[in-house]
């Protein structure tokens, strides 16, 4: 399996790869999407996480599939967590 070390933030993603080459600000994103435009500034700014209701929203508009949005939340979750959280002192269980 691979883990990814330093995932991007899914706003980092959805202004780099669609809003910068598709000349879109995010609040034009945020009416096309139906949101509030704070929603989308948050999100691109990686001030909020990425939403299962605006996964969906960006996935119809983009075309692409709402698991793509939210794995790189998970990934961008994980990562931060692995920073944070000591799991060391944790002892595996194991079958009987």
Known sequence: MITLTNPSHP???L???FLQ???MSAGALAKR???PR???ERLVKGETALSADTALRLSALF???AEFWMNLQRAYDLAKAREHVD???IEPMHAA
């Open 11 to 13: 706003g980092e993603v």
């Open 87 to 89: 799991v060391s002192t």
């Open 21 to 23: 080459p598709l000349g």
């Open 63 to 65: 075309g692409n599939t």
């Open 33 to 35: 999407l139906d949101v």
């Open 15 to 17: 202004d780099e790869l």
């Open 38 to 40: 704070t929603r989308i």
